[in-house]
């Protein structure tokens, strides 16, 4: 596709339950970033991927949280029993991945725990 | 930890005045430094990086930055703000792999 895309783009779930959320990245984009944006806050990094391994995954909140990428194009973020501080907007972005190309972001998923 | 502090919550500007956002980092070797913007209800938007080379950089609607190696900054600015310039700004960086990371944002508001 032109741009980032991720779905869905509003997400309203019961604590306690599962959730996924997608990101298909441009392609032939080898690097994949997972942030989190909380309401007029800053970006939050979560996960990064170089291809289809993760270099660095040291943002994940907890082990509820956790992430695949496959076929070094679409990755989910999953959300284990959903907590209310998981309220946010999760923002994936992409890269050509090497370290001087700039990332580009999709719309985001705004995830709601009520 | 390697980081880039924006000291700056908010920046108020009147419109055709001039905009500064300021940047600096911690990061140790040669930094890969970023500027994103993200303006209301619409995802972030790249404008600039400094990678090597000329230390002043252009970048897209007008903005410029400019890396510092003695002040370790790399300051955001625009010769003469829009009122459509109000928005969320980030700047960000690379140290020695892949990981982007950000600072805290900056608001910047301009006044008509």
């Known amino acids: 596709g032109a741009g980032v895309s991720q779905s869905p783009s509003n997400k309203v779930t019961e604590k306690g339950k599962d959730v996924e959320l997608r990101c298909d990245p441009i392609?032939?984009?080898?690097?994949l970033y997972w942030y989190r944006q909380r309401l007029g806050q800053g970006l939050e990094f979560l996960i990064y991927?170089?291809?289809?391994?993760?270099?660095?995954k040291s943002g994940l909140p907890s082990d509820r949280f956790s992430a695949e990428r496959t076929g070094e194009s679409v990755s989910t973020l999953t959300i284990q029993r959903t907590q209310q501080e998981d309220s946010a907007v999760y923002l994936c972005?992409?890269?050509?991945?090497?370290?001087?190309?700039?990332?580009?972001f999709g719309q985001g998923t705004r995830l709601t725990v009520v | 930890a390697q980081s880039v502090a924006q000291p700056e919550d908010q920046v108020n500007v009147a419109e055709g005045n001039p905009l500064t956002v300021k940047c600096t980092y911690s990061?140790?070797?040669?930094?890969?430094l970023f500027w994103y913007v993200q303006y209301p209800n619409r995802g972030l938007q790249f404008l600039l990086k400094?990678?090597?080379?000329?230390?002043l950089v252009k970048g897209s609607y007008g903005f410029e930055a400019e890396f510092n190696k003695s002040q370790t900054s790399f300051h955001l600015k625009k010769p003469s703000a829009l009122v459509s310039d109000s928005a969320l700004y980030f700047c960000?960086?690379?140290?020695?792999?892949?990981?982007?990371?950000f600072g805290g944002g900056t608001r910047v508001l301009v006044k008509p």
């Open positions: 972005a992409s890269s050509l991945g090497r370290r001087y190309t700039e990332a580009f």
């Open positions: 392609s032939g984009h080898t690097a």
């Open positions: 991927f170089q291809g289809n391994s993760a270099p660095d």
């Open positions: 990061v140790s070797g040669n930094p890969y």
């Open positions: 400094y990678i090597t080379g000329d230390n």
């Open positions: 960000a960086f690379k140290a020695a792999g892949n990981k982007l990371t």
